[in-house]
């Protein structure tokens, strides 16, 4: 009896893990108790327990110190890499014994720029280790071939046993930068699970966090992201690092963006732009004159928007294309912004100005393939919309920002001047923007060159672009 019940005891426990928030629960579920997430449980090992259990420590000297908020701390170093896109978007550059992840599709091109980043550094004096565990040295000389970096003096080696990795890092005591491709294809022995497993990633990506605080060198994880596009394995992997980075664009646009989400040592929503050419990614020094390259600005349903993507003012075109749907459910397709909120400005423009959309399909579109997350676009939005409706083009020259409330009214919304500035320097002269207000906004400094039109309803914007003449659609088909 006490030997089987023994090796009761024995049995390995099994546990389930939330790979969307890190719960641990005893028994599977298509649901998560936790965050609601579904079929997001996986199987993991219980740990194994310590002999005799934990025991409180009694030793001198383990007392934390505590401090109070006085006193002044030095920025921390940094080390550029050079690719002034990639640092700008990273606060100035590398921080040592920092830990960045960086997520993307596949084949949006994260290990290309990784490469590029750790070739430009590597060229500039500093020691790179590059590991790979997706690719052999082969495929990596054949990627650095076509890219022309092969005289950059990189440590390449392709791993992913962890404690092989582990052993060989402190041969570098010099490394400034060591490169994990991907975080998802490390393991260990020490932990009875597959690799790219909740338990697999979380306890490699801690033993390489510690050897980097340890040894001082910044480390690059490259990380998997799910059909949804969130970075795969345990959330608490983004809660463990310092900067977390997505890597964004549409395989088929020449565009990339590399966008901050977190940041401890610099500003997050901070954006870089790339060009995916034959010779690897370039940097675009300015993405709005890239990105309005192609406009036309005799169409109706075209506006631009004076943007902001952390603290570049970015100045994209937003499309709006209505097609009549007399019977059935009218569509709306939204590419590069939120389909949510495009319902909410239908709403408001039917409601508010008596617009009528309800029987109309309604497909907007951001160009250049950048995703556009902030309230600012709400007026230039609704600008395309009520151009397209009444075939109205909008003024070539000017360009909308504000956000729109339910109510129809505009309202104020952060670094006006910079948006202004940015219109201002590609060539725009009038700008349509929210009322300003008492206080800070009504001392904003203009452009001498740019006219700021106040829009403080929506209905206000409709008068603007009726006194517009009709587009040259309508006027083909009358004559």
Known sequence: MAGSRAERLAKPVTLYACTACGAVTAKWSGRCESCGAWNTLEEQAAPRPLPGGLKESRRAGTRIEFVGLEGTTPP???????????????????????????GGDPGIGKSTLLLQASAALGRAGREVVYISGEESIGQIRMRAARLGLTAAPLRLAAATQLGDILASLPQFPEAALVVIDSIQTMWTESVDSAPGSVTQVRASAFELIRAAKTQGFALLLVGHVTKEGALAGPRVLEHMVDVVLHFEGDRGHQFRILRGMKNRFGATDEIGVFEMTGRGLAEVANPSALFLAERRGNVAGSAVLAGLEGSRPVLVEIQCLLAPNPGGAPRRSVIGWDAGRLSMLLAVLETRCGLKLAMNDVYLNVAGGLRVTEPAADLAVAAALISAAADVPTDPEMVFF??????????QVAQTELRLKEAAKLGFTRAAGPKRVAGGAARMNVPKSL???????????VGVIAARPRGTAKQKEAG
Do not use: K, M
């Not at 890499?81 to 921080?95: K, P």
């Not at 504000?402 to 309202?411: K, M, Q, V, W, Y």
């Open 451 to 461: 006219t700021l039109i106040e829009i403080g309803h929506l209905t206000d914007l």
């Open 76 to 102: 921390p170093p940094r080390v550029p890499t050079t690719i002034a896109e990639f640092d700008r978007v990273l606060g100035g550059g590398l921080v040592p014994a920092s830990v960045v992840l960086v």
């Open 402 to 411: 504000g956000e729109i409330g339910l109510s129809g009214e505009a309202r």
